[in-house]
């Protein structure tokens, strides 16, 4: 499967940025999408995921980011609202398959000004 994601960019502080992420090349469906975010030389972190159980936020940003995903599709949207410089990351989509296999993307750049 490939994924795309796109929407990321520069904002200012207090702005908002809504990310996207469609799969293709597969007929299977992913059992849990998600957003990831790595900063250089730190880990690549968990942001959001999404899936039959329901909703997961990092700490760092619940209640400023919301995500939703395309019913039936492998799509998924990651609306970030608030955003502060510590949001500052490369954003990957992610998708693991019902056997557990991940799929990420290619990343996406957001940047917050203060």
Known sequence: VQLQASG?????AGGSLRLSCAGSGTIFSCNVMGW???VPGM???LVATISGAGTNYADSVKGRFTISRDNGKNAVSLQMNNLKPEDTAVY???CQSRLKVDYWGQG???TVSS
């Open 108 to 110: 996406t750049q957001v």
């Open 92 to 94: 990957y989509c992610h």
């Open 36 to 38: 990831y975010r790595q």
């Open 43 to 45: 880990q690549r972190e």
């Open 8 to 12: 990321g960019g520069l904002v200012q």
